[in-house]
């Protein structure tokens, strides 16, 4: 079990070249604790985003 400490809208990221819809969505997510960043990518991708957190100010 873990303890949510925050939440990140990521309904935005999609690649131009997929069809948005349930058969490509969303599914892959790894967080790299070293440099502090999000990767994500989804059924039928090609690509993977990189993202870098920051803090909510």
Avoid at 20 to 36: C, F, V
Avoid at 47 to 52: P, T, W
Wanted: net charge neutral; hydrophobic share 35%.
């Amino acid at each position: 079990s873990g303890k949510l400490l925050g939440w990140i809208d990521l309904s935005g990221i999609s690649p131009d070249d997929v069809e948005r819809g349930e058969e490509n969505t969303l599914n892959g997510i790894a967080y790299d604790a070293a440099g502090d960043r999000i990767f994500v990518t989804g059924k039928n991708w090609k690509k993977l985003f990189e993202i870098k957190v920051k803090p909510k100010q």
